[in-house]
């Protein structure tokens, strides 16, 4: 079935290290993604998003990627830091008048000194 | 920075009995959900309003569920009869329009257990 999913469920990186996470879906309509991060005890919070007619987005730290021929996302935090210990999401906005979003799993990602 | 709140934090319930989950948008926005997320599982979309009516709905979304937004502030989730399989944490999020997820807040949370 359709679905968003995520490669790796744990990453651990050095602290200033670049981080990457990954994401596949398998759904080639889908023409929007969006990054979350949650952290322990809270609920998601945005971090960057992208639409299928583009292939790259920086923010703050932060640039998403999207190869649409291989149907792969990924997100890269640079100069990592400890706050940004946190499961992150990738989603898909299924939704036709709102956002029903299709989350993936999450992977956890862990900054370690 | 403005906040979508949640009440309660947790709720245990056993199983059969009807539950409330309650959510306070934030107050200009027009674009209310509700997600759940069952332990070391995916966040799932349950249920998109707007205009005081639902716009979209899972297959989770069945007839134990409903949603209602009582008066200007408050926005409910309602479980008839609560399931074991219902046990999840349950998310409310709100957005003034629909042209920015950015804009798009979820709020911390209600831990349901149901016993």
């Known amino acids: 079935g359709e679905s968003v999913g995520l490669h790796l469920p744990t990453l651990s990186v050095q602290e200033g290290d670049n981080s990457i996470i990954n994401c596949a879906y398998s759904?080639?309509?889908?023409?929007?993604f969006i990054w979350y991060k949650q952290e322990s005890g809270k609920g998601p919070q945005f971090i960057i998003d992208?639409?299928?007619?583009?292939d790259k987005r920086q923010g703050q730290r932060v640039t998403v990627l999207l190869n649409k021929t291989v149907k792969h996302l990924s997100l890269q935090i640079a100069a990592t830091q400890p706050g940004d210990s946190a499961v992150y999401f990738c989603?898909?906005?299924?939704?036709?008048?709102?956002?029903?979003?299709?989350f993936g799993k999450g992977t956890s990602l862990l900054v370690t000194p | 920075e403005p906040e979508v709140t949640q009440t309660p934090s947790h709720q245990v319930t056993q199983m059969g009995q009807e539950v409330i989950l309650r959510c306070v948008p934030i107050?200009?926005?027009?674009?209310f959900y509700w997600y759940r997320q069952i332990l070391g599982q995916k966040v799932e979309f349950l249920v998109s309003?707007?205009?005081?009516?639902?716009?979209?709905k899972s297959e989770i979304f069945d007839d134990q569920f409903s949603v209602e937004r009582p008066d200007g502030s408050n926005f409910t989730l309602k479980i008839r009869s609560t399931k074991l399989e219902d046990s999840a944490m349950y998310f409310c999020?709100?957005?003034?329009?629909?042209?920015?997820?950015?804009?798009?807040?979820f709020g911390s949370g209600t831990q349901l257990s149901v016993l």
């Open positions: 999020a709100s957005s003034e329009a629909l042209g920015d997820v950015e804009k798009l807040f």
């Open positions: 759904n080639s309509a889908s023409d929007y």
């Open positions: 992208i639409r299928s007619n583009m």
């Open positions: 989603a898909e906005n299924k939704g036709t008048s709102g956002y029903a979003l299709n």
């Open positions: 107050s200009n926005h027009l674009y």
């Open positions: 309003f707007y205009n005081n009516e639902i716009s979209e």
